[in-house]
């Protein structure tokens, strides 16, 4: 009997061995889909990311960068536009791709989903004040577009923006 368990013992770490791997892997790519389907431009992509915000605990295993910094030196309320939780989901998606390897393959799409809940935003203003919250939308969304990464601005980027303001005397 006991050479039944030594043999049953001896297969089973084999099997777990060779299995390893691939539920290692497996999981890694359980964490990218997770935040895939939590930077799509889709309202349901961004209540689903805010649950997930507002209770960490089912999610403490993928060990996801919740770090933020709103919206950086930007204001996180221009004029009183509510843009901080979308500046968060933002930050999310940034500093988690960068976390996986996925940063360069998914900025748009996060920058992009930005852009979304933006509008958002502002599409709960009423009509008289859209005008103004979708224009700051535009503007922070072409800022992260073109400014969004350090590794994203090239030298040429920096020069057109120096072009592009207006001379201090």
């Known amino acids: 009997m ?18 390893a791997p691939s539920v290692a892997a497996q999981a890694a790519a359980s964490k990218a889909d997770v935040i895939r389907s939590w930077t799509q431009t889709s309202a349901s992509s961004y209540n689903a990311w805010n649950a997930a ?3 960490h605990g089912p999610w403490a295993s ?27 989901r933002h930050d999310f998606g940034y500093r ?4 996986i390897g996925a940063f360069d393959a ?16 502002c599409d709960t203003y009423n009509r008289l004040l ?8 535009w503007i922070y969304y072409q800022a992260v577009k073109n400014f969004g990464s350090l590794a994203a601005v090239k030298q040429a980027d920096i020069d057109h923006a120096r072009e592009l303001m207006p001379a201090v005397h």
């Not at 998914?106 to 992009?112: F, G, H, I, P």
């Not at 859209?130 to 939308?137: E, F, I, R, T």
């Open 2 to 19: 006991t050479r039944y368990i030594r043999r049953t013992l001896v297969v089973l770490t084999a099997v777990l061995a060779v299995l």
């Open 53 to 55: 915000r507002l209770n």
């Open 62 to 88: 993928y060990n996801f960068d919740w770090s933020t910094d709103s919206c950086s030196s930007s204001p996180d309320n221009p004029l009183g536009f509510h843009f901080d939780l979308s500046c968060r």
């Open 96 to 99: 988690n791709y960068k976390a």
């Open 106 to 121: 998914n900025k748009a799409r996060v920058d992009s989903a930005f852009h979304a809940d933006l509008q958002r935003v």
């Open 130 to 137: 859209q005008p103004p919250c979708d224009a700051l939308a």
